[in-house]
């Protein structure tokens, strides 16, 4: 059986690792420089062709993977891809995504005789060198069987949450759960200091209880072992989430007080410095403490 041909656009932090697995897998792999050349001539060298322009990699590939920092990425991307990919490709859009945009994309690529498929990501960079990550997947159930197979070489827990933009839509509701702990283990250190307690007595009660979970550990070990690789999530990737997410709960319908208040958050650390490219989520506690006049 021919090996599905693959595309890959933004072969960054986790895609690198993705993109890797698809190799080894034995599709033929087209990437595409953006501003980082060091991944894409790592993939070069393992066996990979590199495509001057979107349009080049569209024609030299059946299912293109994106990896972009949010919708509005997307949205241009798509546009390139529509007019070069061959009837039945499929474009499989792992970012995580504003479901709005992507329902209407989605529309826009069944209409132009492509598939869309929404797969956004769950795991590390370190899981996805090792393809190991998550997958929550949002696409018709033929399509689905179709791709599956594919995502099965970077994912090891796949999802089909059902049609397209409904791994979207999953995306943010797990987000939104890791995004609120986050929010209340930033109040939490801060207290702990000003209250005399202290963020490592704090982390010795709470570590291997119930209040325990990845998260919990990765989180703490940036913020209070001062471990800057564990949680590489940076503030504006958490910030532009909750705001997808306050879309989608006003495109439902639903009220949204806490998710509103995690939202802001984010948004005060980012608005206060936190918007470079390694300000990481646990260094939310910074941004509260100083907030408080504490830091």
């Known amino acids: 059986m021919r090996m599905e041909r693959i595309g890959f656009v933004g072969a960054g932090l986790m895609g690198h690792g993705m993109a890797m697995q698809l190799i080894k897998a034995g599709h033929p792999l087209t990437v595409i420089a953006h501003s980082n050349r060091g991944p894409i001539d790592d993939l070069v060298a393992k066996g990979a ?14 299912v293109v993977h994106i990896c972009a920092p949010g919708s509005p990425q997307v949205e241009a991307i798509v546009d390139t891809l529509l007019g070069h990919m061959a009837e039945g490709s499929v474009i499989l859009d792992c970012s995580t995504s504003n479901p709005v945009s992507t329902e209407k994309l989605a529309s826009r690529v069944e209409a132009a005789g492509l598939h869309w498929v929404d797969a956004p990501l769950g795991g590390t960079p370190a899981q996805a060198a090792t393809g190991e990550l998550a997958a929550m997947v949002g696409a018709r159930e033929d399509v689905f069987a179709r791709v599956e197979p594919i995502v099965r070489t970077w994912a090891r827990s796949i999802v089909h949450v059902g049609g397209p933009a409904s791994g979207h839509k999953m995306k943010l509701l797990n987000n939104f759960v890791a995004m609120g702990y986050g929010a209340i283990y930033a109040e939490a250190l801060t207290l702990a200091d000003a209250s005399g307690v202290g963020r490592e007595m704090l982390d010795s009660v709470l570590r291997g209880s119930r209040m325990d979970c990845g998260f919990y550990q990765t989180f703490m070990a940036c913020a209070v072992k001062g471990d800057r690789e564990s949680h590489k999530f940076t503030l504006t990737n958490a910030l532009k989430d909750m705001r997808y997410l306050s879309a989608m ?47």
């Open 49 to 62: 062709s590199e495509a001057a322009t979107l349009q080049e990699l569209a024609r030299a590939s059946d």
């Open 249 to 295: 709960f006003d495109g439902a319908g639903v009220t949204n007080p806490v998710q509103a208040a995690i939202r802001d958050s984010y948004a005060m650390a980012v608005e206060t410095g936190g918007d470079g490219p390694q300000d990481y989520v646990p260094h939310l506690a910074d941004f509260v403490a100083r907030a408080n006049g504490k830091g």
